[in-house]
């Protein structure tokens, strides 16, 4: 899950302060969900899919599939 949520914010060119600001969380936060050293909230992984376009269970590595599941 670190090195996707990394890959996605480097993919689109965000500092780790901008998503932190995002989540409302400290850069040093953010910098360990990327690490892996500190587990990410479940609503912060919502706001990442959200805002990514993507799923949560891409996030997680539950699937290989970028695109978000159809919103009901």
Do not use: C, W
Not at 4 to 9: K, N, P, S, Y
Not at 36 to 62: C, F, K, N, Q
């Amino acid at each position: 899950m670190a090195l996707r949520i990394r890959d996605l914010r480097e993919d689109h060119d965000f500092t780790q302060a901008e998503i932190a600001a995002l989540l409302n969380v400290s850069q040093a936060t953010y910098s360990r969900y990327e690490s892996g050293t500190l587990g990410i909230p479940h609503a912060s992984l919502e706001i990442l899919a959200d805002y990514y376009h993507t799923s949560v269970d891409y996030l997680l590595g539950r699937t290989n599939v970028l695109t978000p599941y159809p919103k009901k």
